[in-house]
């Protein structure tokens, strides 16, 4: 599957090429190795998400993704260039916006202002206009508020935008933090468990939400899940990670009749 | 049948718009919030909408006569396709949004709708599961496009695709649409209401333009609703008062309709929107009361004192001064004080403030619960009515409003009490027919125009106005020949917050029962203050000093209904608080939380026995169902008390 440029999903949308490439990658801390040797690639406009057992590498693997981490071997290429080691601030100015499996809101805000810290990376005016509310700062903040606006209508988040996300209940906190994900207007998006303790209701509201966000913006999304009804329903193809290892890639059918997989799930009887 | 000649050339909706795109054009005629902001469109622009779109429909081959279905909130784009499918001669027939796909099935089988028009995916896709069984069915216009991006287009249209695809061929269409217009008149049906349906399967009324546009302008006279009024539609589309508020009077009048951002956030766009002219379910208002009670015991001392001061002072001038009666100067003027400090920013807290014609309808309402809001200085007022009315039979007017009954009859009504009590009535909103329903039709409204309503009620003999008693099925007989209605006496009841649910048996008997269920986080926190332990509902509901409080509450309730020249036979002589809750799991409740009497009454006939024959316990076994489905039982002893009755003491006029 790696070799093509494009293939068509089951529900008939076609995926293009790669928009980032895993390419051996290796990530130690000190004596212990996190992940070891693994390549695969996130293609544009697909739902891929990364599946594997508590202390797999997923969460190390999403953070060498959005270069938090620095791999001490292999590459990461976006875009078909090679990725230098960069500052986050930068990875977010390339189009690359996350989420976080421990909700990082500021709890005293409220969900507007949580959401427009969101636009950050698109503001250009400087910290003397904006304090004394200039021209541009003005015309600058309508606009983001617009952004905004949009996605709050679009997470269906209207009565809570002036509660102060502190006082939400926990599914609406993950909601408001995907909406400031989805703020920055990114080309790829990260979601690191985004349905973590969640009611099955919630679940199947997030869900939709990510496969809308998909539909509607053509967005990439890579997403690290625990639950593997969730993740077969809505990935296109899925990274099973265990002991850092990949030990399977492919379409969800793919992944679930493989045999490594089902013993790193199921466990292996020894002989 | 005389015709409608008092109304001139405003005898359909319409017309009503051109009219109001005329004289009203740079008024505003719709609000909605979205993306944050209240968006707004003035009645030239509704016109140019409403326009567009039914030409839209024209071009989809829509038919004069065709129905079409609309599902969707309270949103502007809903009300233009009622009023767009009026105008190419087709019937509007609008859903309840959270209906379930066979129900929705089984209207849009019944009137055979040609068209839906919904507003997103969730709509869209319910009326997709059901499209193959529905022959008649063309297609579905959807509003919001999200997540149907993948769909098969092929019998899904866009909203605002299709007004532009009216106006490209609005050369053609407008002669047909202008033909279509001028061929209507106040026979012509102007929608169709399909009602919930209480027993059997929902049936459509059909309403015609004379109902709704005769009803609309004798309401707004009655009420002086001008075009600077404005509501909040926030109730469901498909219920006929929703059709009266939001387009009826609003087009008669010119007023108006403000639309929520989502249902979610109704409470704080009322606040913003400040309706002039509002209408809410009793239950809202007990909710909204509750809400405040709990946020002034978290106030703090001093202003939990001014609250008691001020309130205590407004419970007893508010009303006085709203029904214009007299008051002395110095309470005038705490009440104005008070008007600063407190029932003023509550009022506007509550999006209240600028109220001047409030109603409530649809069950009876306590006391005390319509007194706090009329000591606010609102005017709440209440009203009956029902589908079949074209909402109103009775109502209140400005300066004789109370909370027992449901007032005078409305401008044009006729009301008779037949002799078994049931209430009927005639007017120029009483509907047409039920659709595809002869039977039905004729059961309900006699050849001369009377309908019946199905409820009991009685004229009181002073004030002219209207009491409902009970439904009318309920309504019977003691054994001495006085009237029986156990509805009129457990309302009373269940106005004590102490009583949660209350069972008054008596039909064919000689004296009235009841069994009571104590409302647990009422009666609970008053043990907590007292010092009284307990450890389940049981054990609270048989304490000696909870059935001393209950059976004070019951005592005042039989002083109250002694009061009542027919109904003084209903005083309770003997209750007993049950052991469990009655609960819709054990089939005592239906879902909506209604009492089921025959049920009930089969399942505890040992304690009904026991309040007969005179016995002061009674040991009973009863059956439970737990969340989970097992079952189990649980067994007690019930103490039985004896009730004071009174007699009906006469009172000076």
């Not at chain 1, 270069?67 to 990725?83: D, I, S």
Request: with cysteine.
């Amino acid at each position: 599957m790696n070799a093509i440029d494009s293939y068509v999903t089951a529900d008939g949308r076609t995926i293009g090429a790669a928009v980032m490439e895993m390419k051996n990658i290796t990530l130690r801390f000190g004596g212990v190795t996190a992940i070891k040797d693994i390549s695969f690639d996130i293609r544009e406009g697909e739902v891929r998400a990364i599946i594997g057992p508590n202390g797999a590498g997923k969460s190390s693997m999403l953070n060498v993704i959005n270069g938090f981490y620095h791999p001490q071997e292999g590459e990461v290429w976006f875009h078909g260039k090679k990725r230098l080691a960069m500052k986050p601030h930068q990875i977010a100015k390339q189009g690359i916006a996350r989420t976080f499996q421990n909700i990082a809101l500021f709890k005293g805000m409220s969900t507007l202002d949580n959401i427009m810290t969101g636009r950050l990376t698109h503001m250009k005016t400087g910290l003397m206009s904006q304090m004394m509310w200039w021209g541009g700062a003005q015309a600058e903040e309508v606009a983001n508020r617009e952004v905004v606006e949009k996605v709050i209508d679009f997470l269906e988040i209207q009565a809570i935008r002036k509660t102060p996300v502190g006082r939400l209940p926990y599914g609406f906190q993950k909601r408001v933090e995907l909406g400031r994900a989805l703020a920055a207007e990114p080309k790829l998006l990260l979601l690191d468990e985004p349905m973590a303790g969640m009611n099955v209701e919630e679940k199947e509201d997030m869900s939709r939400f990510i496969l809308d966000v998909n539909d509607e913006f053509g967005t990439t999304i890579a997403l690290i899940e625990h639950d593997m009804g969730v993740v077969m329903d809505i990935a296109d193809r899925v990274v099973v990670m265990d002991y850092g290892k990949k030990i399977g890639d492919g379409t969800p059918d793919e992944v679930r009749n493989n045999q490594d997989v089902v013993d790193a799930y199921l466990g292996v009887a020894h002989d | 049948m005389s015709n409608t000649t008092t109304v001139g050339a405003l005898d359909t909706l319409p017309r009503l718009l051109a009219r109001n795109a005329k004289d009203y054009a740079e008024k505003t005629a719709y609000r909605e919030k979205e993306y944050g902001i209240w968006q707004s469109w003035t009645w030239a622009e509704t016109a140019e909408e409403i326009n567009s779109l039914a030409m839209g429909l024209m071009a989809l081959g829509v038919k004069p006569g065709d129905h079409i279905a609309i599902v969707g909130r309270n949103r502007p784009y809903f009300y233009w396709a009622m009023v767009a499918a009026q105008s190419a001669s087709a019937v509007p027939v609008p859903l309840y949004k959270d209906a379930v796909a066979e129900e929705m099935a089984y209207v849009l089988d019944h009137c055979s709708a040609r068209y839906v028009i919904a507003e997103d995916q969730e709509q869209v896709d319910k009326i997709i599961d059901v499209m193959d069984d529905l022959e008649t069915l063309d297609g579905i216009i959807f509003l919001d496009p999200s997540g149907m991006r993948k769909y098969d287009k092929s019998k899904l249209f866009g909203y605002r695709e299709l007004q532009r695809k009216g106006l490209d061929q609005k050369a053609a269409l407008q002669i047909e649409l202008d033909k279509r217009l001028s061929e209507q008149g106040p026979e012509t049906t102007c929608v169709m209401l399909y009602t919930s349906g209480t027993t059997g399967r929902p049936k459509g009324v059909v309403l015609s333009n004379r109902n709704i546009i005769e009803t609309a302008k004798g309401t707004c006279e009655f009420d002086n609703l001008a075009a600077d009024d404005s509501v909040l539609a926030y109730l469901p589309m498909a219920w006929v008062g929703d059709f009266i508020f939001s387009i009826g009077q609003a087009y008669w009048s010119g007023f108006c309709v403000g639309c929520p951002e989502s249902q979610e956030t109704m409470q704080t766009d009322l606040n913003e929107i400040g309706p002039t002219y509002f209408f809410a379910p009793p239950r809202y208002f007990e909710g909204l009361l509750t809400s405040v009670q709990i946020r002034m015991e978290d106030a703090s001392r001093f202003k939990q004192w001014m609250f008691k001061i001020f309130m205590d002072n407004a419970k007893d001038v508010g009303p006085k001064l709203l029904d214009g009666k007299p008051v002395g100067l110095v309470a005038r003027l705490k009440y104005q004080l008070g008007k600063i400090l407190i029932t003023g920013p509550l009022k506007n807290t509550l999006g209240l403030s600028r109220v001047r014609v409030g109603y409530t309808a649809g069950e009876a309402i306590g006391p005390e619960l319509f007194d706090f809001y009329r000591s606010l200085g609102i005017n709440l007022k209440q009203l009956y009515g029902q589908t079949e009315a074209s909402v109103f039979i009775t109502q209140q007017r400005d300066g004789e409003v109370r909370a027992d009954t449901v007032g005078t009859p409305s401008p044009g009504v006729e009301l008779r009490i037949d002799d078994s009590g049931e209430v009927f009535y005639r007017s120029a909103g009483s509907f047409e027919r039920y659709y595809k329903n002869p039977e039905s039709t004729k059961d309900t409204k006699d050849p001369e125009g009377w309908v019946a309503t199905g409820d009991a009620g009685f004229i009181e003999k002073d004030s002219g106005h209207l009491r409902i008693i009970d439904r009318a099925k309920d309504v019977g007989k003691l054994k001495d020949g006085s009237m029986f209605a156990p509805k009129f006496v457990e309302n009373k009841l269940k106005f004590y917050a102490n009583v949660l649910e209350s069972v008054v048996f008596g039909n064919d008997r000689d004296m009235c029962v009841a069994f009571i269920n104590i409302d647990l986080t009422a009666v609970g926190n008053w043990a907590e203050r007292n010092n009284i332990a307990y450890s389940s509902y049981q054990e609270l509901a048989a304490h000696p000093k909870v059935y001393e409080m209950i059976q004070a509450n019951v005592e005042e309730v039989n002083t109250s209904v002694a009061q009542d020249e027919m109904l003084s036979g209903c005083q309770i002589h003997r209750f007993l608080i049950l052991h469990k809750e009655l609960d819709a799991d054990d089939g005592e409740l239906t879902r909506t939380q209604k009492v089921r009497r025959n049920i009930i009454a089969d399942k505890y006939d040992d304690l009904l026995n026991a309040l007969y024959d005179g016995s002061n316990t009674v040991f009973t076994e009863t059956e439970v169902t737990y969340e989970d489905g097992r079952k189990g039982s649980i067994s007690a002893t019930l103490e039985i008390r004896d009730v004071a009755t009174f007699e009906r003491k006469k009172v000076a006029a």
